[in-house]
């Protein structure tokens, strides 16, 4: 009897363990407001020196609450910052280890998506030189290229002194061969890159076309009056419209 009640105390406890150990390895999601979620990892906690797999190194009388702890907490010592102090192990400072960044999709009418690299950004500087003195983490609304000008969201780095001036265009929006059809003629393909290496971005835009993205429907005839492309392709700024259609118009 005695050893029959030996092996039911044993089998109870390694059900037991086995259990909780089942519960403890899980994944814990949370959610917060602005920054997306912070999965923590049961599994890398307890690989660690500090805790040996041991789970009352964090959970006192076994408890499994999940509280709720803003940075201000964690920042006084509560909640992850018990350890996360930069001794015991990485600092709160390291954000990226916590909130997983990712690069950002930002929609333009007129020139298409525009995209942010948090890894470079990231490569230069920490989180905190953004969030929140120029951003608040998680989505933002678009300022315009206007507000930027006036130091305000991205323009408040690129100024030139801190970073690439916002006339740089062509670094955060990506521009590629533009292909025109026309009606009894073989295509022209106009080249960014090539006109890049000589011009700014403004010195087309805005002046002898609209805005980026809107392309222009000039007939050969306004570009022999100036308008167009004909506004520097005039025999002096460029080869002429007149009688260079080859250097265009690519003859098979």
Do not use: W
Not at 52 to 63: D, L, V
Not at 73 to 84: I, L, N
Request: glycine share 10%; net charge positive.
């Amino acid at each position: 009897m005695k050893g029959l009640l030996s092996l039911l105390s044993l089998f109870l406890l390694l059900t037991s363990a086995s259990l909780t150990s089942g519960y403890e390895l899980k994944n814990v999601t949370f959610k917060t407001k602005d920054v997306g979620t912070v999965v923590f990892s049961h599994k890398d906690h307890l690989q660690q020196k500090t805790i040996k797999n041991n789970c009352k190194a964090c959970h006192k009388e076994g408890t499994n609450k999940l509280g709720s702890h803003t940075m201000a907490d964690m920042e006084k010592g509560r909640s992850c910052g018990a350890c996360h102090n930069g001794n015991k192990a990485f600092a709160l400072a390291n954000c990226e280890k916590c909130h997983l960044t990712k690069q950002v999709s930002l929609k333009s009418k007129e020139i298409g998506p525009i995209t942010f690299s948090h890894k470079s950004h990231l490569s230069r500087q920490r989180c905190e030189g953004c969030h929140a003195a120029i951003f608040k983490a998680g989505p933002n609304s678009p300022v315009g290229m206007a507000a930027m000008e006036k130091g305000k969201s991205c323009g408040a780095c690129h100024d030139k002194q801190k970073a690439f001036g916002l006339e740089k265009c062509s670094a955060c929006h990506p521009t590629k061969d533009v292909t025109y059809k026309i009606a009894g003629a073989a295509p022209v393909k106009f080249s960014h890159d090539f006109h890049l290496g000589m011009y700014k971005c403004q010195d087309c835009h805005g002046v002898m076309f609209g805005k980026p993205g809107k392309r222009s429907k000039a007939k050969m005839a306004d570009m022999e009056k100036g308008k167009s492309c004909g506004a520097c392709h005039d025999d002096k700024q460029a080869f002429s419209v007149k009688g260079s259609c080859a250097k265009c118009h690519r003859v098979l």
